[in-house]
């Protein structure tokens, strides 16, 4: 029999939809699942943007250009610049979700056996990503006790060896909801520019910030240009998940002009989504600032229900919608499976990512959870009610 690939056997299973099987088991029960392992938001997409796809008069819906549209790059250097982000439509490659940013950035600056380091834990998909491009990932851990603040810069510099070619940190993080600040980043600026490094920031949650913290993004440090790459995404920013729409974008003019060569190779992306997306682009600001709102005050909810859990510890999010909490469990994937298969209240369950799966560490976050409080406070009451009476209950 024909066997596949070793590099396809080596590619990790996703701790967010490893579950689903359990999940839908538990549905034709006749048990409602609320679903705290995705980062899929309840917040309506901006109606500007789905009413462009359906008011267009496209008669031939054909190939767009590599690079994405035109207008639309325009529009997002314009959009950038409001941010103090300053770069050219020539700096920006449209992609097909942030995740085709992704593999694209690493198959352009990496060969195969070499190496990116990136704190851990970390969105799980960039294992996935890696794996894909014959890159190996080398984690450095951050930990729940500091709140998941970047390690001391002297564990990077432990690491980086002749096959190093990058960092890459996810800002605001996914998943623990840690934003950097301006320090961190400069420092990270500083090391990258000693080694002469490539530093990958994924800033798909920028609009996503708390407490009064801004988001500082790496290319507003000086003298960075040639070194940063941004990944980036409409998906979380209007509640667009869907569309699949990224973006790369750098002022290192070898990097876009090879990445431009993989975006080639998949000729372009998707017509109709770069419309919506363009469109997105005129979003008031008042939605981010209510969307802003509103996730605070699931945020507080949350982390407040949590806290008052017996042995649950969670580290407070600063960005995005997601946070790691630690249980008094030896294996959060045998709960999270138990949750699913074994325990209901009033015929309704959680799901939740097991975060082990978020590390590359071997061992690591084996009792922590990832929660995604991306559901409306009803819901988020009942979870933590759910969660409460489960870890009661579970023996093991």
């Known amino acids: 029999m024909p066997s596949v690939s070793k590099k396809g056997r080596s590619m990790p299973e996703s701790p967010i939809r490893k579950l689903v099987p359990f999940a839908e088991a538990a549905k034709k029960r006749g048990v409602q699942v609320i679903h705290l392992?995705?980062?899929q938001p309840d917040i309506k997409t901006p109606q500007i943007a789905l009413d462009a796809v359906k008011n267009n008069t496209i008669d031939v819906l054909a190939y767009s250009r590599t690079e994405g549209s035109e207008t639309y790059r325009e529009k997002l250097a314009a959009y950038y610049g409001k941010h103090q982000i300053h770069v050219a439509a020539s700096d920006i490659i449209v992609t097909t979700g942030g995740s085709e940013a992704l593999s694209f950035a690493m198959g352009s600056i990496a060969d195969i056996g070499d190496e990116i380091i990136i704190p851990e834990p970390f969105y799980a998909n960039?294992?996935?990503?890696a794996t894909g491009s014959g890159v190996t990932v080398v984690p450095v851990v951050s930990d729940i006790s500091t709140n998941f603040a970047l390690p001391p810069i002297e564990e990077f510099e432990k690491l980086i060896s002749s096959k190093t070619k990058a960092i890459l940190i996810c800002n605001p993080g996914n998943p623990t909801g840690y934003l950097y600040s301006k320090e961190e980043i400069q420092k990270l600026a500083a090391i990258v520019k000693k080694h002469n490094l490539f530093l990958i920031a994924d800033e798909v949650y920028r609009e996503?910030?708390?407490?009064?913290?801004?988001?500082y993004s790496i290319l507003q440090e000086s003298g960075l240009a040639e070194h940063a790459i941004i990944i980036?995404?409409?998906?979380?920013r209007y509640s667009m998940c869907g569309a699949r729409i990224g973006c790369l974008v750098s002022k290192n003019r070898e990097f876009i002009q090879t990445a431009l060569k993989f975006a080639q190779a998949r000729l372009s992306p998707p017509t109709y989504a770069q419309i919506a997306a363009e469109a997105a682009l005129e979003t008031k600001e008042q939605y981010f600032a209510d969307v802003k709102e509103e996730y605070v005050s699931r945020r507080n909810l949350l982390i407040a229900g949590l806290e008052k859990i017996e042995g649950v510890t969670v580290a407070k999010p600063q960005?995005?919608?997601y946070c790691i909490a630690a249980l008094p469990v030896k294996d959060?994937?045998?709960f999270a499976q138990w949750l699913l298969e074994k325990f209901e209240v009033d015929r309704t369950t959680v799901m939740v990512a097991p975060a082990a799966g978020f590390y590359a560490t071997k061992g690591l976050g084996k009792n922590q959870i990832r929660i995604a409080y991306v559901l409306d406070k009803d819901n988020l009451n009942k979870a933590i009610h759910i969660l409460e009476s489960a870890l009661k209950s579970y023996d093991a």
């Open 37 to 39: 392992n995705i980062g």
């Open 126 to 129: 960039y294992n996935g990503f």
């Open 208 to 215: 996503f910030t708390y407490d009064g913290k801004q988001h």
């Open 232 to 236: 980036d995404s409409v998906s979380k």
């Open 319 to 321: 960005g995005a919608f």
């Open 332 to 334: 959060a994937d045998a």
